[in-house]
């Protein structure tokens, strides 16, 4: 009778640590990408609008952007033309995740 105990409930409590597991990782995938967005609205809608299409200032249009994620990190991080350089406003993780945001809008 214990046996049979034990092969009831071994399979469901796999289950629940799993289903607990990735519960966790979606909540920190939301977090991640919440944080991009967070950050952009914060330091880039100012030029860029929430949608990324704006152009003030010269701004370029996200959305269009033929730059990689590579070169949109590296232009967030030290600037160019009218647009100011983020090294020392944002750490090198923030402007992985604002980066990340801006690729997000221009896939719409
Ligand atoms: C003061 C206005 C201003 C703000 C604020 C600003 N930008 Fe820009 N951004 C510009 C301008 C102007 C350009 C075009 C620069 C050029 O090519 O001469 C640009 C270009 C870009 C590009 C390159 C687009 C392309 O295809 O060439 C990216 C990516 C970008 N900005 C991201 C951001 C992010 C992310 C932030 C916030 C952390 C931000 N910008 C904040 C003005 C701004």
Redesign the pocket.
Known sequence: MTRFAIILFTPLLLLLACSNETTADNNAQRKGKGRGEQ??NM??T???GKDGKLG?????D?TT???SKEQ?IA??TNG?????A?KNV?TAAEIEA??AH?RSLRQQ
């Open positions: 950050l952009f330091h880039c100012l030029c860029h003030l200032n010269g701004a370029k996200l952007s033929a730059l949109m232009q967030v160019k033309g009218a647009m100011m983020y944002l604002v980066v801006v």
